[in-house]
Nanobody
Framework: QVQLVESGGGLVQAGGSLRLSCAASGRTFSSYTMGWFRQAPGKEREFVAA????????YATDSVKGRFTISRDNAKNTVYLQMNSLKPEDTAVYYCAAEPYYTGPYYYADRYGYWGQGTQVTVSS
């Protein structure tokens, strides 16, 4: 079993940047496809970005393309979400998710078996 712990959230002004981290326990991190999802008050959980277990492929939802970048460091058992040019509509709780050897669809939250507790991102205008 894998435990995921997110960090790096906070309060920033519009146009600012944040880097979220998700640290995973266990010795099989390199085989896990990793994803980021977010949920704002009154809205459904939304796919943000994902990275394949090999690290060779990344995916992102249209609303964050060009602003957010997902990456991973298998030596540190950590996945990152670099968020630039933040907008108030990015405000949400951001969740890290994992699934071993998952090949997609990467936007389908129910297919990820492991989840972190979430970290709050608030963007002020």
């Amino acid at each position: 079993q894998v435990q995921l712990v997110e960090s790096g959230g906070g309060l920033v002004q519009a146009g600012g940047s944040l880097r979220l981290s998700c640290a995973a326990s266990g010795r099989t991190f390199s085989s896990y496809t990793m994803g980021w999802f977010r949920q704002a008050p009154g809205k459904e959980r939304e796919f943000v970005a994902a990275i394949s277990w090999s690290g060779g492929s990344t995916y992102a939802t249209d609303s964050v393309k060009g602003r957010f970048t997902i990456s991973r460091d298998n030596a540190k058992n950590t996945v990152y979400l670099q968020m630039n040019s933040l907008k108030p509509e990015d405000t949400a709780v951001y969740y890290c998710a994992a699934e071993p050897y998952y090949t997609g669809p990467y936007y389908y939250a129910d297919r990820y078996g492991y989840w972190g507790q979430g970290t709050q991102v608030t963007v002020s205008s």
